[in-house]
């Protein structure tokens, strides 16, 4: 079982629409999650954190269920400029040092 | 603020020929990351230095696969002897120290081996 998994999609919604991404980890351990995008041929960029009393950044808005080892995100009112790869990102300590586990990316295509 | 800095951008090479490509992190960064990104998977980390010291190397293919970072800045990976399954893109990023989860990365490597 891969310790980061996420639905490829992609995800074809028109500009506008409410879109929601899943992502389910292994490690009951982790504890700190993110959500990274990554633009087409483009290196990844962090897009927020993720807290288990869920938090906001404008139209974006990540949740996590600790008991069911499982993050989301969702994006409201979408844009074509969310046209993007969403990657799930848990962070996990080996060693005493934090490395990042990275899922293999939900694809969104925002169309007009 | 000067980002992460890596060259080459593109290399094609024949199987079982060597490649090092380069990375300068962002000033002041200590931690810095080398990972192989697949054509439709996420970054894979293959090694992880703090300074000029590795502190996870666990996923780096050691037969084939080095890298070094001597003065505690730029660093390079090596891949000696390539193999078909080593194309994909390597990116280098780079950190504070205790920020693990905010990591800048550079455009990458497009690496295809023929």
């Known amino acids: 079982r891969k310790e980061v998994e996420q639905d490829p999609g992609p995800f074809n919604v028109p500009e506008g629409a409410t879109v929601a991404f899943n992502c389910t980890y292994s490690n009951s351990a982790s504890q700190s999650f993110f959500w990274y995008r990554q633009d087409c041929r483009k290196e990844p960029k962090l897009l927020m954190s993720v807290y288990s009393s869920g938090n906001e950044d404008g139209r974006f808005t990540a949740q996590l269920n600790r008991a069911s080892q499982y993050i989301s995100l969702l994006i409201r009112d979408s844009k074509l400029s969310d046209s993007a790869t969403y990657l799930c990102v848990v962070n996990s300590v080996s060693g005493g040092y934090n490395k990042l586990i990275f899922g293999a990316g939900t694809r969104l295509a925002v169309h007009p | ?114």
């Open chain 2, 1 to 114: 603020e000067a980002g992460v800095a890596q060259s080459p951008r593109y290399k094609i090479i024949e199987k079982r020929q060597s490649v090092a490509f380069w990375c300068n992190p962002i000033s002041g960064h200590a931690t810095l990351y080398w990972y192989q990104q697949i054509l439709g998977q996420g970054p894979k980390l293959l090694i992880q230095f703090q300074n000029n010291g590795v502190v996870d190397d666990s996923q780096l293919p050691k037969d084939r696969f080095s890298a070094e970072r001597l003065k505690g800045v730029d660093s390079t990976l090596k891949i000696q002897p390539a193999k078909l399954e080593d194309s994909a893109v390597y990116l280098c990023a780079s950190s504070l120290v205790g920020v693990a989860y905010e990591q800048y990365f550079g455009p990458g490597t497009r690496l295809t081996v023929t």
